[in-house]
T-cell receptor
Framework: DAEITQSPRHKITETGRQVTLACHQT?????MFWYRQDLGHGLRLIHY???????NKGEVSDGYSVSRSNTEDLPLTLESAASSQTSVYFC?????????????FGPGTRLLVL | AQSVTQPDIHITVSEGASLELRCNYS??????LFWYVQSPGQGLQLLLK??????LVQGIKGFEAEFKRSQSSFNLRKPSVHWSDAAEYFC????????????FGKGTKLSVIP
């Protein structure tokens, strides 16, 4: 069965370190998304990609970057981790057939920045 | 820009009772509307979605939702709640063709009393 996986599932890091969260999907979806989930804020879009070599900023992109070198993967990098980036991060993917496509979510990565 | 409001942060119901979770959206044209469920420590799972046609949509796990354009609402309902329905529920709106982003509400946490 197709799926979307994230690794690691839990991560503890220190302020100032670079961190990369992995996202891998086997749906063969063109679209991929990164969200963060914080209490009281719901899900907020960080970055998204509509295909290989395409990346776009979302609502809360400061301090984050992504790159898309193949269809399956969209890693999220925190350039210099800050305590404000402690959160749960979700990756999602969807098809690109015209609009209204369902997004399929990974299990999440819980990140703690000390 | 589209937006979603879920007025209820937390709802508690008794097992076997009926449930209605409210969702109001703001969008100029006919939206794509989604309900997702998130169990503790898990990613989001699609319950149902609306994009055209019959305004009463059936989903998984016995849930349904009704699109009411005049009220800009897409409320989620279930006639008889089970203890396993305890989770957080997110309403989301998607824009028309060409944009694959979803805007999420802040979620409603459902607690079920045995």
């Amino acid at each position: 069965d197709a799926e979307i996986t994230q690794s690691p599932r839990h991560k503890i890091t220190e302020t100032g370190r670079q961190v990369t969260l992995a996202c891998h999907q086997t749906w063969n979806h063109n679209n991929m998304f990164w969200y963060r989930q914080d209490l009281g804020h719901g899900l907020r879009l960080i970055h998204y990609s509509y295909g290989v070599q395409d990346t776009n900023k979302g609502e809360v992109s400061d301090g984050y970057s992504v790159s898309r070198s193949n269809t399956e993967d969209l890693p999220l990098t925190l350039e210099s981790a800050a305590s404000s980036q402690t959160s749960v991060y979700f990756c999602a993917s969807s098809a690109a057939t015209g609009g209204g496509e369902t997004q399929y979510f990974g299990p999440g990565t819980r990140l703690l920045v000390l | 820009a589209q937006s979603v409001t879920q007025p209820d942060i937390h709802i508690t119901v008794s097992e076997g009772a009926s449930l209605e979770l409210r969702c109001n959206y703001s969008y100029g044209a006919t939206p794509y509307l989604f309900w997702y469920v998130q169990s503790p420590g898990q990613g989001l799972q699609l319950l149902l979605k609306y994009f055209s046609g019959d305004t009463l949509v059936q989903g998984i796990k016995g849930f349904e939702a009704e699109f009411k354009r005049s009220q800009s609402s897409f409320n989620l309902r279930k006639p008889s709640v089970h203890w396993s329905d305890a989770a957080e529920y997110f309403c989301a709106v998607g824009a028309e063709a060409g944009s694959y982003q979803l805007t999420f509400g802040k979620g409603t946490k459902l607690s079920v009393i045995p």
